[in-house]
């Protein structure tokens, strides 16, 4: 994938400290693209395969990767409702960990839980989210729609083809992968609660419906995927539908579907979290280029 990337040499990379803490293997990616530019890396938390990180200081704590950093760089994927980060590790955030950041650092992440929006403000950090950034989700879209057909079709027993498939959401994942169901020939129904998303479920061949008629809906479908992080795959959803059915829940934490009560009725479920890994380089260097966007236009407002 080709896109355009900020001019990295707008700014002296190497007076910076940047800590990547948590993540998966896309922040290989990111921590790689990282070194490139100079500027000091400290590392801590994620994956790294065995051709190493040369040029970045792996440390054995989060606190000692965060300690004088600039910046610090957490996972997009977003927290667990405890406020612990999305890596392969327990890391929580808290002041204590942060403290030793320089006074005024900046955090970016994709998006923080509460309890660490409240740290930030206490210690006077900035907190740059970009989880909700537009532009940077679509150029991750093509990596996380792959994973969540790879999902779909291990899981189930009938062809994407002809079956039957309801979608809880109409956001940017959500559009994207209805749009790839539909050319793969199944009927989808779209359940949302914006107008403006169920129009657009039309204009690309859905059937749509608002959130109230959702029972009706998953009554006699193949599969259920839910892409919003509300409980809306509730007990009594559940209970409208057949055994024989499939439940995905792309969303980030809490999710949205109640799994303990969908597997004690012997449902096949799963929560497909942080699907950008299925492409790493490519999403990690998507990633970046909102990172470091957001670095640079930092870094040139403190001048």
């Known amino acids: 994938m080709t896109y355009e990337m900020p001019e990295i040499s707008s700014i002296d990379w190497s007076k910076l400290k940047i800590a990547i803490v948590g993540g998966d293997e896309r922040e290989q990616e990111i921590a790689r693209l990282v070194i490139e530019t100079g500027a000091n890396v400290s590392v801590f938390g994620f994956p790294i395969d065995k051709n190493g990180l040369d040029g970045a200081t792996r440390t054995k704590t989060a606190g000692e990767s965060i300690k004088d950093a600039d910046f610090i760089l957490f996972p997009i994927p977003g927290m667990s409702q405890d406020g612990a980060l999305f890596s392969n590790e327990k890391i929580y955030p808290d002041e204590a960990m942060l403290s030793g950041a320089k006074n005024d650092a900046h955090l970016i992440m994709g998006l923080p839980h509460p309890n660490l929006t ?115 795959v509730t007990r009594a959803i559940i209970d409208r539908m057949p055994e024989s059915v499939f439940i995905a829940d792309f969303a980030a934490p809490p999710g949205g579907v109640d799994f303990d009560y969908a597997r004690s009725r012997h449902i096949n479920c799963v929560w497909g979290r942080g699907l950008g890994r299925r492409a790493p380089i490519t999403v990690g260097r998507s990633q970046w280029k909102g990172i470091a966007e957001r670095i640079i236009s930092i870094v040139k407002e403190r001048k």
């Not at 879209?141 to 979608?167: D, F, Q, R, W, Y």
């Not at 779209?190 to 749509?208: C, F, H, S, T, Y």
């Open 118 to 232: 409240e740290v930030c403000r206490k210690l006077g950090f900035g907190l740059h989210e970009y989880e909700t950034d537009k532009e940077l989700m679509l150029l991750r879209m093509p990596s996380i729609v792959e994973l969540a057909l790879k999902i779909i079709i291990e899981n189930t027993k009938v062809s994407i083809h002809g079956s039957s498939i309801v979608m809880v959401g109409q956001g940017n994942v959500a559009h994207t992968l209805t749009r790839d169901l539909i050319l793969l020939g199944a009927n989808v129904t779209v359940a949302a609660r914006n107008p403006v998303q169920r129009a657009e479920a039309i204009v690309i061949g859905a059937k749509a419906i608002t959130l109230d008629g959702l029972g009706d809906a998953v009554a006699n479908c193949d599969i259920c995927l839910s892409a919003v992080p509300a409980p809306l």
